[in-house]
């Protein structure tokens, strides 16, 4: 009964931007950690940003300085602007939401998207 849907992905020249949005809905007492990973073809998914519930944030050194993790709890939505994009960030970019689905579960549980690609290419 929960969704994790990305969307905003695309085709973009190095140097552009994007920013990807990520929306959690459905049975949502509350979300702790929400997540950015991508996946290059060929090769494992990796973690790109993470965001806590009260704002902390931590990156990947590869985008440290390009890219911005932020969150609206209240709509249960994570973003991620990346910017002076490069072709080794081309992959499909994957949000990851720790989600309490009711007051008396006893756990956070992962819950995942399906993905957008993001492509970058001159």
């Known amino acids: 009964q929960v969704q994790v849907v990305e969307s905003g992905g695309g085709l973009v020249q190095p140097g552009g931007s994007l920013r990807l949005s990520c929306a959690a809905s459905?049975?949502?007492?509350?979300?702790?950690?929400m997540t950015w990973y991508r996946q290059a073809p060929g090769k494992q998914r990796k973690l790109v940003a993470l965001i806590t519930r009260s704002g902390d944030t931590d990156y990947s050194e590869s985008v440290k300085g390009r890219f911005t993790i932020s969150r609206v709890n209240a709509n249960n939505t994570v973003y991620l602007q990346m910017n002076s994009l490069k072709p080794e960030d081309t992959a499909v970019y994957y949000c990851?939401?720790?989600?309490?689905?009711?007051?008396?579960?006893?756990?956070?549980?992962?819950?995942w998207g399906q993905g957008t690609q993001v492509t970058v290419t001159s």
């Open positions: 990851n939401a720790e989600i309490k689905e009711n007051v008396g579960s006893y756990r956070y549980n992962d819950y």
């Open positions: 459905g049975s949502i007492f509350r979300i702790n950690d």
